[in-house]
Structures are given as C-alpha cells and as structure tokens.
C-alpha cells in the first residue's frame, strides 16, 4: 500500500529564489519502489489534511522565523493529530531559539564568543564590545533563518549603532557575537542523515562581506573534510543528541575553522537546505535510507 509523505515547505515569492523542489525531485525515484509519494505542500496551506499523510518531513519552511508563532501553532496542530513528523518537533523547538548555542556550549562545544540578551533587556552595545575586547561583532536575533536582520559593527560604530540595538531587542531576543574573520576562508557545512554523517559542502561570502548564502552574492562547493573534521562535526552531532534527547533525521551543522579546531556556528534541525547535489549521487540514496529507516 502506498504511502503519502509531505515535504512541508513555504510559499515564495516570485522576486525570490525557490529551491523548494530540490528534495522532491532528488528523493521521489528513490522513495517510490518502496510504495512512498512524495508532495511539497506549503505549511500554511489553507485546507491541507495533513492526518490523511502518514509523514510530514519539515524541509523548506523558510519563513519559519516571520512567523514564529504560528509555526509552533501549526506544529503542535500536528502533534494534537497525531501527525508524524521530522524531524521530531521537540528537536525543532528546541533548535529554532539560538539559545540552544548556549546549552551547547556549556556542554564543551566550541563556540564563537557570543553573549545572548533577552527580549526586552537593557543592553549597551558600545559596553558589550569593551567588556569583551571585541573589536568587531555581529548582533543577530535569537531566533532568525537566512541572515535577516543580522548586521556586523565595529567598535568605533557601536555608539551609534546603540538606537538599532534597541528597536531589535523590544521585538526580540538577542546574540552578539564576536566576528569571525575566518568566514571568509569558508563556513563548512556538515550533513548528518539518521546521526550518520553523509556530505559537506563549503560555502564562501563574496569579498568583504560575511553573508554565505548564494543570494547574498555567496557561493558553495562541494567539499572534502578531513577525517579529523568530521569526527569533530559528529562530536557536535553526539552532544547535541544528549542534550536534545533525540536523534534528528537530518541535520547540518555549519563551522567555521579557528586552526585545527572546528567552530560551531550553527546547528540547523528545522528546515536546513542538505545540498544533496554536492554529495551526489550518494547523499540522496543516505536521505533515502534514513526515511526509510525513521518510518519503519
């Protein structure tokens, strides 16, 4: 008997880039010889029955972050259904909030110097910066996708960068961080499939910028790790599998090098673009597998 599984997705507009038939068109003949069908539906569809589909795989919900709210509404109206999801929604709440970093962090994973900042709270950006000897930082909100609203000062500029800090933290929550000047060598892109590292992909800002995504002026690569990287990115995987308390299905987690020492920048469970063309043809084939695994 077939089975119908969603890739929940988004509804772009047509000024952006729609990556959003990527996995569908990667997983579809893999899948269907085991009696799956897959369909890319908006999450926010007007009279989608999503009992009637016997999984929902949250792929390329990349306007999560404008609506927050709703998104948890919309996950846990899935949960109260009965509806199958991946990955786990647990996982996804917990990841959507960059505080998880924190948690991360104090479990030993290294992390970029990063103070974070409640909504609301009273914060000065100039003292920030002079407390922590940062000549450069980067304030982004806690809970953001695709670099909106992320913005790079330097000390000389905080000052007057203090009237934009505030508006940010009355809407709300809030990291500073300091700079990574090693962006511009690369932010390396890890896929794990099941806990199972499958690929990487390296991605570059375009000179003098810090932003990666290729509709920023970016671009990617495929990638080959070394064995030393990897067995670093899994230690993330594996500590954030403690922490979380649950295996993702799939999951990228991006770093920067600092010397041999991989850098955590972030962990992506919710709806992380998994490059399956720069681990070709294998990558698919391991998502497959998972998939496969995860419903049986």
């Known amino acids: 008997m077939s089975k119908r599984i969603a890739l929940a997705s988004y509804a772009p507009t047509s000024q952006e880039l729609d990556y959003h038939h990527d996995d569908e068109r990667a997983l579809a003949p893999l899948l269907a010889p085991h009696g799956l069908t897959l369909e890319t539906v908006a999450w926010d569809a007007q009279g989608v029955d999503w009992a009637a589909y016997d999984a929902v795989l949250v792929r ?75 000549q450069t930082a980067v304030v982004k909100p806690t809970v953001s996708a695709g670099g909106d609203n992320t913005w790079r000062v330097d000390v000389a500029e905080a000052e007057g960068a203090q009237a934009r800090l505030e508006a940010q933290l009355a809407q709300t929550g809030v990291m500073i961080q300091q700079f990574a000047p090693q962006i511009s060598a690369g932010e390396w892109s890890f896929l794990f499939f099941g806990g199972v ?12 910028d810090m932003f990666v995504h290729e509709y920023r002026g970016g671009r990617t690569e495929a990638a080959q790790p070394t064995p030393a990287q990897i067995a670093q990115a899994a230690a993330v995987m594996n500590e954030a599998t403690k922490v979380a308390q649950g295996t993702p299905l799939y999951a990228r987690v991006d770093a920067v090098m600092d010397g041999d020492t991989l850098v955590l920048m972030e962990l992506e469970l919710v709806e992380p673009y998994l490059y399956l063309s720069y681990g070709a043809p294998h990558a698919a084939q391991r998502l497959a597998h998972a998939i496969l695994e995860a419903l049986a």
Not at 68 to 97: H, I, S
Not at 111 to 121: E, I, R
Not at 125 to 130: K, N, Q, R, S, T
Not at 197 to 208: D, I, L, N, T, V
């Open 60 to 134: 390329s919900t990349w306007d999560y972050h404008l609506r927050y709210e709703a998104f948890l509404a919309w996950l846990a109206r899935l949960e109260a259904l009965g509806v199958r999801l991946f990955n786990d929604p647990a996982l996804m709440r917990w990841n959507m909030d960059k505080t998880y970093l924190a948690t991360l962090q104090a479990a030993g994973v290294p992390l970029l110097p990063t103070a974070f900042y409640a909504k609301g709270s009273q914060v000065r950006l100039a003292e920030v910066m002079a407390q922590h000897g940062w």
């Open 197 to 208: 590292y499958s690929h990487a992909a390296r991605k570059f800002p375009a000179q003098g």
